[in-house]
């Protein structure tokens, strides 16, 4: 299992900017880009996000909303010639979903797209949180998806060619 494109990794807090940089560098990596959402919108304030998220991004980008199967969304895109480059947006929120569905399924998730980030022949941009910033969670939950966050984002890190962080709008460069 090689990489041949550059795949990277941007980090950031709320509203630091990681999204407009992580577009920015999709932009910048040809000319096909394919958006992976996984947001999904539970309540109206989320559904006017994903809306504004939706009306910034260019029109020609494709989309593919997909809350848990990330790697058999990856995969579907890895067959077209020549790959598009994937902005997947973002890890948090598909952690979040992955926690709700139980055990088994978080388990075979993570792998799956983990793997699959290592056969994605063309450029990624995955976003996510940086939560290690912040306090220690009050409810186990809490304590448990900042955990499995940073697990996850040092995993992405060691397999990621390049790791970014946006701070205040300004990005970082970790790796």
Known sequence: MSKTAKHTLVLGGIR?????????????????????ATATAGDGEMAKRIARHREQRPRE??????????????GAQGGQSPAPCLLVDCMSLWLSNLLHEG???FASHRKAFLESLLEYPGPMVIVSNEVGLGTIGMDPLTRRFCDELGWLNQTLARQCDRVLMSVAGLPLTLK
């Open 16 to 36: 630091s900017g990681k999204s407009a940089l992580a577009e920015r560098l999709a932009a910048d990596a040809g000319p096909r880009v394919v958006y992976l």
């Open 61 to 74: 980008w494709g989309l593919v909303e997909e809350p848990l199967d990330l790697a058999g969304a990856i």
């Open 103 to 105: 055990e088994a399924v």
